[in-house]
């Protein structure tokens, strides 16, 4: 079964057929990953927004919650504008692919254990053909995203504690990064400020060796 045409989880293909059916033109599918084919950063969310991803059909695109992101990106060369507006516009990442631990928009944004469990094949998939590519390196935004790549890594979730800021050497050489969300809460809060995102990301271009184009 192909990632869009994917039901696995029913209370989520559910809501998904309610919000398509309130918002005819929303994409209100499982939502793809986004970026560079031959990444060295994979970046994993949460799950796609309700205005954002989920009406966009493209990771962190169109809703508060890209904002931070894409200008983010954009500053150190890994983005080619710095936001992104649609899944038609021109927007490119360098060096970078993101994706989410879980396809589909959950209600409330929170999706059940059960839900993020039965999705992580598809992260799995990712994250070996990110490593088979030469990946570097992972960046969790926040606590679900960083146990998910452990998940389909099949590390156990004890040994490697979710912190801002926090790099993990993994055993088959990548290296985990976590930061906090940049949802509306966090940002707004200034529980994560743009300064402490653009070190993460600084960190992360120094370690990797990714070009500020």
């Known amino acids: 079964m192909s990632l869009t ?26 939502v793809a990953a986004f970026g560079d084919a031959n990444p060295k950063l994979l970046i994993v969310g949460l799950a796609p927004g ?3 991803a ?5 990771p962190f695109t169109g809703d508060y919650a890209g904002i931070l992101l894409y200008q983010t990106l954009f500053k150190f060369g890994l983005a080619s504008q710095n936001e992104s507006i649609s899944s038609t516009d021109t927007l490119r990442l360098l ?6 631990a879980v396809k589909c928009l ?3 944004n929170k999706p059940k254990s059960t839900e993020i469990r039965q999705c992580n094949d598809y992260l799995t998939n990712e994250v070996a053909h990110f490593f088979a590519q030469s990946g570097k390196g992972i960046l969790a935004l926040g606590n679900v995203a960083h146990q998910a790549v452990l998940m389909a890594l099949n590390l156990k979730i004890k040994h490697y504690s979710f912190s801002h800021g926090a790099i993990h050497c993994l055993p088959n050489g990548l290296r985990l990064y976590d930061s906090y969300h940049c949802s509306r809460y966090n940002t707004q ?5 743009q300064a402490m995102f653009e070190q993460v990301i600084a960190t992360i271009c120094g370690d990797l060796a990714i070009p500020n184009h």
């Open 189 to 193: 809060t200034k529980r994560l400020t």
């Open 54 to 58: 989920n009406r966009t059909g493209r």
């Open 95 to 100: 060096h970078t692919r993101i994706t989410n």
């Open 50 to 52: 309700m205005h954002g």
């Open 5 to 30: 045409d994917c039901r696995r989880c029913i209370r989520l293909a559910s809501f998904l057929d309610e919000i398509k059916a309130q918002y005819p033109t929303y994409y209100a599918k499982p």
């Open 106 to 108: 959950p209600p409330e």
